[in-house]
């Protein structure tokens, strides 16, 4: 088994930066991708960013150029740097994990951008 717990969000202006992490535990040798999605009020969870084990990286387009996903293999742990960040970035942000034993979902963090 898997777990992931999230930490990182909050309230943010207009403009300014916030960092999550996501820590993995467990079983983490069958992970070989993990990610963020997130949901907003009313709409679906998108993905907003992945890595795999290799450090491969795929972004939501609409992203590009103001979030980056990075891990530390030695913490086993997942970040995503969100700078400029906007109202339209408020969601509960989602850590995800891609396992050979299935797929693994933290219990969410909520990001506000605010003024």
């Known amino acids: 088994q898997v777990q992931l717990v999230e930490s990182g969000g909050g309230l943010v202006q207009p403009g300014g930066s916030l960092r999550l992490s996501c820590a993995a535990s467990g079983s983490i040798f069958s992970i070989y991708a993990m990610g963020w999605y997130r949901q907003a009020p009313g709409k679906q969870r998108e993905l907003v960013a992945s890595?795999?084990?290799?450090?491969?990286?795929n972004y939501l387009d609409s992203l590009k150029g103001r979030f980056t996903i990075s891990r530390d293999n030695a913490k086993n742990t997942v970040y995503l740097q969100m700078n400029s960040l906007k109202p339209e970035d408020t969601a509960v942000y989602y850590c995800?994990?891609?396992?050979?034993?299935?797929?693994?979902w933290g219990q969410g963090t909520q990001v506000t951008v605010s003024s």
């Open positions: 995800n994990a891609n396992s050979y034993g299935g797929i693994i």
């Open positions: 890595i795999t084990n290799g450090g491969s990286t």
